[in-house]
């Protein structure tokens, strides 16, 4: 089979699929079923409207929290903290070995430090003159 390159410059959902699909068969003949599932725990105001929350996901016996978000008037209230025991509580549940995350040094890696979550790894200069964390903690 010959093979080309080809640039999308307005990439699709099923491009992405196209991509996913051969390593979706390759991970779990290497690694094995990966348990996925979801998390969403959402913050609401007294309305219902949902205004924040935690996103992730569990793969490999572990949560990925990919969003976290308090409104900029809610923070310092412990609602971030709230939601980031809450989903501790659930990865523990589910028999999860440990969470990890990503942030930006202008977001909130102490806030997670001070949770007990170390970083492991660093990429500087993402954005220029910033950095970003990857932090983990095991369970």
């Known amino acids: 089979m010959s093979l080309t390159i080809v640039h999308a410059a307005e990439p699709t959902p099923a491009q992405r699929e196209a991509i996913l699909a051969p390593l979706r ?61 809450q989903a501790e509580a659930h990865a523990r549940a589910q028999g999860c070995v440990g969470i990890w995350l990503d942030t930006y040094a202008f977001q909130a890696p102490r806030f997670y430090e001070k949770l007990g979550y170390a970083v492991f790894g660093q990429l500087d200069d993402h954005p220029r003159g910033q950095s970003r964390f990857f932090l983990q903690k095991r369970l």
């Open 25 to 85: 068969v390759y991970n779990v003949r290497e690694g094995g079923d990966p348990g996925l599932s979801s998390l969403s725990l959402m913050l609401t105001d007294a309305d219902g409207v949902e205004v924040g929350g935690l996103w992730g996901k569990i793969s490999y016996d572990w949560l990925f929290i990919e969003l976290l978000a308090v409104p900029d008037a809610q923070r310092g209230q412990g609602h971030g903290e709230a939601l980031m025991h």
